[in-house]
Each structure stands twice: as C-alpha cells, then as structure tokens.
C-alpha cells in the first residue's frame, strides 16, 4: 500500500513564527505536491517537486518556500506565519506519467 | 489560470435518487481527468480517472463519468445515492504532471 505521512495532523502557531510541515512517501515516487485546502476554495496548489533539489511553483506560492533534499521527503516552510495561511495542508505524490496521485492525512495550521 | 470548473457548490438529493455532479474543464486536448471524494473529516479518496479509450468510465461506490470532449465535460453519476454518499466531490485535471483541482461540490442527501 502506498502510503504517504504527514508529521503533525494539528498545529498552533503564533505569527511570525517560522513552520515546517514535513510530508514523506515510501512509494519512489518522482512527484511530490503541496496544496492548502480552504472552505469553498478547493484545493490550490502551493509547491511541487519533480526531483530531489528541483522544485516549481504551483498557484499559490507567496508566503511558503518548499525543500527537497532527499527523494522520500518533502518540506513545506513559511517563513514567517500569518493568520491568512491557517488552512488545511495536504501533501500528496505521483509516480512519473500517468501515476495516480496519493494524499497523505493532512495538517490543519492554526496560525494566531 | 483556471483549469476545472464545478458550477455547483451545493447539491441535494434525496436518498435513492440519481445524481450528476458536472465538471468542465479548460486544459488539453485529451486531459487525464479525475474524481475525487473527501466524506467530512477524512482524506482524499480517488474515485476514477481517464486517462484515454472508452469515454465512460467506472470507478468505486458505485459512481462513473463519462467524458465528452465536445463540450469539455467530465461528469460524474450514480443512479440511486446513499446516506453514506453525502461528501464533498472534487474534480481534477493533470495540467503539466500537476493536479489541479475545482473548487468542490458538496453533496447533501435527504433522508
């Protein structure tokens, strides 16, 4: 079974603060993603990897930076939290081609 | 740039009843598509995908789609929903390798 892990399923934070939300997949797979999920929005695009150390910007990258360094693992960070990046993170990967993509649980950031 | 667009936010159906959730999208000429289903506080489920062949396609629960390039649609359907069917509904479509999803329709069923 694929499976794709997240390391926090909650988090509060403070403004300001620098967060990490780590997301790891044991599945080889090239394509990693990261998407915020808000009411009525759907789910949008923030960062996506296709490699280890290569990265491209989704549709909504302001305000987050992402990390790649090894293939299994990838690293969402704001820099520095504000209150309109509390949302519901998801992280998802994809085998190369024609892949089904796979989510992992999710993290619900609660920035105060 | 938008790629998959739900018109509906909210639909309601009573139990038994047949549905359709419609999805159009505004990317590629042979899009892989998909339906995804998110049931209240848990994660992503794949419903079906296209990737090419038949344009009706089965997935799990019970739903299809079928897909019609003439008129951009993916439309998902079931002849006789359940309580347990009650989630959101979230189209996609592989724009580049990236999913990009539609903003989601939300299914309500009348007892």
């Known amino acids: 079974d694929v499976k794709v892990t997240q390391s926090s399923r909650y988090l509060v934070k403070r403004t300001g603060e620098k967060v990490f939300l780590e997301c790891v997949q044991d599945?080889?797979?090239?394509?990693m993603f990261w998407y915020r999920q808000d009411p009525g929005l759907g789910l949008r695009l923030i960062y996506f990897s296709y490699d280890v150390k290569m990265k491209e910007k989704g549709d909504i990258p302001e305000g987050y930076s992402v990390s790649r360094e090894k293939k299994e693992r990838f690293s969402l960070i704001l820099e520095s939290a504000s209150t309109n990046q509390t949302s519901m993170y998801l992280c998802a990967s994809r085998g190369l081609g024609v892949d089904t993509q796979y989510f992992g649980p999710g993290t619900r950031l609660t920035v105060l | 740039a938008q790629s998959v667009t739900q018109p509906d936010i909210h639909i309601t159906v009573s139990e038994g009843a047949s549905l359709e959730l419609r999805c159009n999208y505004s990317y590629g000429a042979t899009p892989y598509l998909f339906w995804y289903v998110q049931s209240p506080g848990q994660g992503l489920q794949l419903l079906l995908k296209?990737?090419?062949?038949?344009?009706l396609v089965q997935g799990i629960k019970g739903f299809e789609a079928e897909f019609k390039r003439s008129q951009s649609s993916f439309n998902l359907r079931k002849p006789s929903v359940h309580w347990s069917d009650a989630a959101e509904y979230f189209c996609?479509?592989?724009?580049?390798?990236?999913?990009?999803f539609g903003k989601g329709t939300r299914l309500h069923i009348l007892p």
């Open positions: 296209y990737f090419s062949g038949d344009t």
């Open positions: 996609a479509v592989d724009r580049d390798d990236k999913i990009i």
């Open positions: 599945m080889d797979h090239e394509n």
